[in-house]
């Protein structure tokens, strides 16, 4: 059972652009989300975070909204950059067991 | 400051031997977790350990043991490796809060 469903495996977007990746949940019980962008050989980074008691959060280029009611959230990247291409999974965590669970990822190329 | 460090880089195993992989965090951070990731399917929590001295199951154990003897490393072993645990695998640690903190990877290739 997929707690956390990134439905788009990958997506492309022209440099300069918005980028929008999502993400949903099922279980109503997470307090947090976090999202991680991962390049090629290394590890996850962490790179913006939502409560579940707000509705957005923003860090510079990257935005991250969340509809508590359509267990939805989404990260905004604008503008996008070459840089950004990568892997980025979207996690929740409910504090009760204090276990993130991750989505499976999408794949964002950013076109020159 | 290394952060996490994960040993080896990438390995090429028979079936049936036993490896152990090697996970160092220098952040005194008091959780820690062995996480694979899977094509198509993300990454799946294997072991954690909340505190040393303690350890727990993830959602894939199967085939996997931990230790935590001291707050800083959290190996992982494969007691008898099969072509299934072909993957990369995170250790990655957290302190306060949630958010954690990951190994550059062990890509474990098993033949």
């Known amino acids: 059972d997929q707690q956390v469903k990134q439905n788009s495996p990958s997506l492309s977007v022209q440099e300069g652009r918005i980028s929008i990746l999502n993400c949903d949940y099922t279980?109503?019980?997470?307090?947090?989300f976090l999202w991680y962008k991962k390049y090629p050989a290394e590890g996850p980074t962490f790179l913006i975070s939502i409560s579940s008691i707000k509705d957005k959060n923003e860090d510079g280029r990257f935005t991250v909204f969340l509809n508590k009611s359509a267990k939805h959230l989404s990260l905004h990247i604008v503008p996008s950059q070459p840089g950004d291409s990568a892997v980025y999974f979207c996690a929740a965590i409910d504090f009760g067991n204090e276990k993130l669970t991750f989505g499976t990822g999408t794949r964002l190329t950013i076109i020159p | 400051i290394a952060g996490i460090t994960q040993a080896p880089t990438s390995q090429i195993l028979a079936a049936g031997r036993r490896m152990t992989l090697r996970c160092t965090q220098d952040?005194?951070?008091?959780?820690m977790y062995w996480y694979r990731q899977d094509l198509g399917l993300g990454l799946r929590l294997i072991h954690y350990s909340n505190t040393a001295g303690t350890t727990g199951k993830g959602e894939v154990p199967d085939g996997y043991s931990v230790s935590r003897a001291n707050t800083d490393d959290f190996p992982l072993t494969l007691a008898s490796a099969v072509p299934s645990q072909t993957s990369v695998y995170f250790c990655?640690?957290?302190?306060?809060?949630?958010?954690?903190?990951f190994g550059p990877g062990t890509r474990l290739t098993v033949l």
């Open positions: 952040m005194r951070h008091n959780a």
């Open positions: 990655a640690s957290s302190g306060q809060g949630a958010r954690q903190f």
């Open positions: 279980n109503s019980m997470f307090d947090y």
